[in-house]
């Protein structure tokens, strides 16, 4: 399968496809009818994806859905409601509706025009327009800039959706990475388990099959694309990982503390004030990569001064001489 494969298909597209599709549907949709003409996962059918992991990836997403508050009804054989071989799905439109007592003051309004903005007509996939279409034809009336799926603001890194498609049909991976002092990257083999958040970051964790150990990877530095090979791995290694992922982040993170100085009421205040600890003199702010970290601070220039460790002061002070000769300043 190419490694750009899912790109046409991201997860959150996925989702909001099954939102609509049992938004619009009075009587549900049974799981195969779903898995089969359904985009996100009929692509996935179609490339070959086995009918097991289509239903797990199927069952997470119910699960996602749930959490952020989508009521996804389910309806089993009415002889015998537990009886759910053949159960068919929707989601009721009278629960999934705003309260009527719930009104937005103009400067709310505002700010939701704003973000809805954000997703235009223009940032929609031929398939989410053609979506629209046939609700529209349904007779529901929908806010294009709010239903657009393609943002033109991405938080995520390129890497993402291909590690995000290996780890739902559980295959092995290869990745240029490249580590901080090394001249070249190198080639990973990777069983990628978990796509984690941390400190604004995205990390794939996994087993390095390399080294035959679990690693965790910043996908900032993937240099080039992901490669999704035909080598399956035990769906079974993903439970927990992300769990795993997050405890080692943070446990890393807990281990290395700055020690940092921030001029009251700057970005760079309102941002690492957010995971700071405060001290004597200024603040505490773990990280886990020192030169993520050393980025990040060099940023913010004159707002922020690194009083400790000394490693890191370097780093971004390094960052700030090598700025200014790149900008014709002095050395």
Do not use: C
Request: glycine content about 6%.
């Amino acid at each position: 399968m190419p490694a750009n494969a899912s790109a046409k298909n991201p997860p959150e597209e996925r989702l909001v496809n099954l939102v609509v599709a049992l938004v619009a549907t009075d009587q549900g949709l049974t799981k195969d009818t779903i898995l089969s003409s359904v985009s996100g996962y009929r692509e996935k059918a179609e490339a070959g994806a086995s009918k097991d992991a289509l239903e797990k990836m199927f069952e997470r997403d119910k699960e996602s859905l749930r959490r952020l508050g989508v009521p996804i009804e389910t309806i089993g054989d009415w002889a015998d409601p537990d009886d759910l071989r053949e159960a068919r799905y929707r989601v009721p439109t009278a629960e999934y509706e705003l309260p009527e007592d719930i009104v937005f003051t103009s400067a709310e309004l505002a700010l939701l025009n704003l973000a809805g903005g954000v997703w235009s007509e223009s940032s929609m996939s031929a398939e989410a327009r053609s979506g629209l279409r046939k609700i529209r034809a349904l007779g529901i009336a929908v806010d294009e800039p709010i239903i657009g799926y393609s943002p033109r603001i991405s938080l995520r890194e390129p890497a993402f959706a291909a590690l995000q498609q290996a780890i739902e049909l559980s295959r092995v991976v290869t990745f240029p990475y490249l580590k901080p002092g090394e001249a070249s990257a190198r080639t990973r083999r990777v069983q990628p388990l978990a796509l984690v958040e941390y400190e604004g970051r995205w990390h794939v964790f996994g087993v390095d099959l390399g080294v035959r150990a679990e690693r965790t990877f910043l996908l900032s530095r993937i240099v080039d694309d992901v490669a999704i090979t035909r080598e399956n791995f035990d769906a079974a290694l993903r439970e927990g990982a992300g769990e795993r992922a997050l405890a080692g982040l943070t446990a890393v993170a807990e281990h290395n503390r700055a020690l940092l100085e921030v001029n009251p009421g700057t970005e760079a205040a309102l941002r690492l004030s957010r995971r700071a600890l405060p001290a004597d003199q200024g603040i505490r702010v773990p990280f886990v990569d020192m030169h993520v970290f050393a980025d990040e601070l060099a940023s913010y220039g004159p707002e922020v001064r690194v009083v400790e460790p000394a490693e890191l002061r370097d780093q971004v002070i390094a960052r700030l001489e090598a700025a200014r000769t790149a900008h014709g300043g002095a050395a």
